[in-house]
Each structure stands twice: as structure tokens, then as C-alpha cells.
């Protein structure tokens, strides 16, 4: 699929570099060190692959957990799926694949606040996927309702069910009186295709 990637190499090259760094990243989360945890463990990330990036933080005081994300591009799921099955076991470090889903929807994006209520969907089946008609009230261009749509999606879906199994998808502003509460969909989601492992 993607002849330049070099499972082996790359991903236990990272690994190495990440083991031997592990106490300075953990200081470097806590510290909010930028220049460390976004600059030089994405410059990291990418030599695995170019589109993969990541997210980290403390779930709680004693973990630091990477998530590490194909950032919705289908050609770099190979690479997050390489990186989180050999992650090795350090104490205090979680390794997630993919953003999953939110217990709450709703974020804050270009002075707005954003909730579950504020989406509805349509949705229809089409062979193996769910295409969906997504309907964001609001004053906003095609780029950003497009943009607030996909991340609500992440936060419904999770970011691998959204990448696999949703299929033709558009951005509306006004919803028919139909359109479901997008807080139904990972329930609609998941009677259709089942539960995913990863």
C-alpha cells in the first residue's frame, strides 16, 4: 500500500528514541513544554509517516497518554495501527490509536460554542458504509461548516469509524424536520457495522 513505509525500521526507531526520552517527555507534558511535545515528537512522528500526528496529555496525575492519529487520512492508518502495536509497556505512558469518541459533544471553534444540539444528521446505507447529510445552523462559510462537521464527527464516531466506515458525506446550515440529534448517531453507527477493534 504504501511501498516507502518501512514498518520495522521507522516504527522501532521511534520507539527507541521515545523510550530514551520518556522521563524528559513526561517532565515536558507537565511543564507544557511545546518545543518538545507538539515541535520535536511530531518532527518524530512524521519520519514513521508524513501525515501522522498526535496528541498528549494526562488523563490523570500519573499518566501521560499519546494518542497518535492518522488525522483523517486513510493512506496513513497503516502507520498509527504499526506505531500503537509495538508500543512498549513504560510505566505512567498510555498509547492510544486514533481519537476516540467523546462522552459529550460540543467544542468551542472561531468564537463559537458548538454543542450536540447544535448538529443534526440524515443518514442512508450504502453497501458496507453510512453516508450522512451533517446540518450545521449558523452563519458560517462551506470550508468551516465542513471543518466543525468532521470534528464532531471524531467526537461522535471516533476517528477510525469515521475514516472506515462512513462514506459519502455533506455539510448542510438548515436541518428538515427529520434530521436526528448527531448524539443518536454512534448508537445508529453501531447497530449497522458493529463494534470495531483496532
Known amino acids: 500500500m504504501l511501498n516507502w513505509f518501512r514498518p520495522k525500521d521507522d516504527v522501532a526507531a521511534f520507539w527507541r528514541w521515545f523510550g530514551a526520552n520518556a522521563d524528559k517527555i513526561r517532565k515536558g ?73 467523546w462522552p459529550t459533544l460540543g467544542l468551542e471553534i472561531l468564537d463559537r460554542k458548538i454543542t450536540g444540539d447544535d448538529v443534526r444528521y440524515n443518514s442512508a446505507f450504502d453497501g458496507e458504509k453510512l453516508d450522512l447529510a451533517v446540518f450545521i445552523d449558523g452563519d458560517f462559510t462551506e470550508r468551516e461548516r465542513s471543518m466543525i462537521g468532521f470534528l464532531m464527527l471524531d467526537q461522535a464516531l471516533g476517528e477510525y469509524d469515521v475514516m472506515t466506515g462512513v462514506g459519502a458525506v455533506s455539510f448542510e446550515a438548515l436541518a428538515p424536520p427529520e434530521a436526528r440529534p448527531l448524539a443518536d448517531l454512534a448508537a445508529e453507527f453501531d447497530a449497522f457495522r458493529g463494534a470495531t477493534t483496532h
Open 29 to 101: 507534558v507537565e511543564r507544557q513544554d511545546h518545543a518538545l511535545i507538539i515541535g520535536k515528537l511530531g518532527d518524530r512522528l512524521s519520519k514513521v509517516h508524513p501525515t501522522v500526528v498526535h496528541e498528549i496529555g494526562k488523563p490523570d496525575a500519573d499518566t501521560v497518554e499519546l494518542i497518535i492519529s492518522a488525522d483523517g487520512m486513510r493512506e496513513a492508518l497503516p502507520a498509527v495501527l504499526a506505531l500503537t502495536r509495538a508500543a512498549p509497556k513504560l510505566p505512567g505512558f498510555l498509547f492510544t490509536a486514533f481519537r476516540h469518541r
